[in-house]
């Protein structure tokens, strides 16, 4: 059998030597693809917490920003460590790790409820960080690696489409099991003496544990399926001869990284996504209550759900659209008509401005993940990969940044309203991204390596 191609008896994909497979191995993939909505469910139920939070703790715009500050803060810091994990292990590995981490962070949330202070929840909220950083960083790639090159963009984007459905999950168990006994939580204890409010507060503590209970009985089931199971490799190989330049050092692939000009743009493009998608998530529940003052906040959570299934159909939508045309084409149009929900959002005093918000999610839809594959396609050396795909993950610490920019905004000009010109500017910098972009591969067709 020839070196550069190696085949398993017991499996029905051959491992190709740039990385890709012969073929997509089904059962795997689908395994796979669950994993996609979990993460999903943690980011969805931060938009819950950061209301909750607000009340109990007492805190300002900026304050609750945390809240993503400390999720996003966790990819930032262990993108790298999961990549290096990925070079020297597999990416099942990582994956396990990952899902460890993420039990372990829901689990912490039951000691927090008790602590009852703010920074204990973070802390329980930085652990799931963590897991979510190194099932990230594993996972996208691993995705585009899972069957032939020529269908990497799609494969993602498939694998994408199951993310909605985990934050909407995340959103509904928030709203029936947190917010789930109706009202405003915010004014039942304006009305309470300060004696009550302790009570009440530490009563609402207990009910974060709720959703946790149930995703860790997911994560533990889904942990146990993935260990069993026979997963590909997925990963460039080389003859013995070869094998010293197919392991990079650090310091050759920053090297390398960091002069892709094209590349970087674009983890600059998902660093700038991926705050803008947080603050108008964390901000939606907010700017509804803000604009009608007698909405409760399990009504006001109802708008997310909204916003989560106007991303779901986005992304089949753009999916259409990513067969028939050009990936760079497609994102040029939503990222510019994402921007002008964002302006109505910011400019009109009424309830069309949430629903300007909501509209917005349907223009998400394909953004990261056709900017994480269209950046990872500027890596014509796939010995840096795993390194480049944790490179775009670390760019999720625009989640952590952009918040509480807008938080900011919000406390200084006294508006939540106003403060959503923050994500229509950072829409507005991605619509020039994929213009220049799709500019670029028009003057170079011979260039383009999209897939």
């Known amino acids: 059998m020839d070196s550069k191609v190696k085949k398993d008896r017991e499996q029905s994909w051959v491992q190709l030597p740039d990385g890709y497979l012969s073929r997509t191995p089904m059962f795997q993939f689908v395994i796979l693809c669950l994993i996609f909505p979990l993460w999903g469910a943690a980011a969805s139920l931060n938009d819950i917490l950061i209301t909750q939070f607000k009340t109990v703790f007492t805190l300002n715009d900026t304050a609750t920003a945390f809240v993503q500050s400390a999720f996003y803060g966790g990819y930032f810091l262990m993108a790298i460590p999961a990549s290096i994990l990925i070079k020297k292990t597999s990416y099942k590995l990582a994956i396990l790790i990952g899902l460890l981490f993420y039990i372990i962070g829901c689990g912490l949330f039951?000691?927090?409820s008790h602590v009852a202070t703010y920074s204990m929840f973070l802390v329980a909220i930085f652990a799931i960080a963590i897991g979510l950083s190194f099932l990230e960083t594993s996972c996208d790639t691993y995705a585009t690696m899972f069957g032939p090159k020529d269908t990497?963009?799609?494969?993602?984007?498939?694998?994408?489409?199951?993310?909605?459905?985990?934050?909407?999950?995340?959103?509904?168990?928030?709203?029936?099991?947190?917010f789930g006994e109706g009202g405003n939580i915010a004014?039942?204890?304006?009305?309470?003496?300060?004696?009550?409010?302790?009570?009440?507060?530490?009563?609402?503590?207990?009910?974060?544990?709720?959703?946790?209970k149930y995703i860790l009985i997911v994560l533990i089931i889904i942990f146990i399926v993935l260990a069993i199971t026979k997963m590909p490799r997925a990963k460039a190989f080389s003859t013995a001869s070869e094998s010293k330049e197919a392991q990079p050092s650090l310091g050759e692939t920053f090297n390398y990284l960091f002069h892709n000009k094209r590349y970087m743009k674009g983890v600059l493009c998902q660093f700038i996504y991926a705050g803008m998608q947080t603050t108008v998530w964390s901000f939606t529940i907010r700017l509804a209550l803000r604009l009608d003052s007698h909405i409760s906040d399990a009504a006001a959570s109802t708008f997310m759900i909204y916003s989560y299934i106007a991303w779901f159909f986005g992304k089949l939508v753009a999916n259409w659209f990513l067969d028939r045309y050009s990936i760079t084409k497609v994102l040029t149009w939503f990222s510019l008509l994402g921007t002008i929900s964002?302006?109505?959002?910011?400019?009109?005093?009424?309830?069309?401005?949430?629903?300007?918000?909501?509209?917005?999610?349907?223009?998400?839809?394909?953004?990261?993940?056709?900017?994480?594959?269209?950046?990872?396609?500027?890596?014509?050396e796939k010995k840096y990969t795993e390194t480049g795909g944790a490179f775009i993950v670390m760019s999720l610490i625009g989640g952590a940044i952009v918040p509480t920019i807008q938080g900011r905004v919000s406390d200084l000009t006294g508006s939540m309203q106003l403060s959503f010109i923050v994500p229509a500017i950072c829409f507005a910098l991605i619509t020039l991204y994929f213009w220049t972009e799709h500019r670029w591969e028009k003057a170079h067709p011979d260039e383009v390596q999209e897939h």
């Open 187 to 212: 004014d039942k204890v304006a009305k309470m003496s300060k004696a009550e409010a302790e009570v009440y507060n530490q009563h609402l503590l207990q009910l974060t544990l709720r959703p946790y």
């Open 342 to 380: 964002l302006v109505i959002t910011f400019t009109v005093p009424n309830i069309v401005a949430v629903i300007a918000a909501i509209a917005t999610s349907f223009f998400f839809g394909p953004e990261w993940p056709t900017i994480y594959a269209h950046t990872l396609d500027q890596i014509h």
């Open 110 to 112: 039951f000691p927090a």
């Open 152 to 178: 990497a963009n799609k494969r993602l984007n498939v694998a994408n489409v199951l993310i909605p459905l985990g934050d909407i999950m995340g959103i509904v168990l928030g709203k029936y099991l947190i």
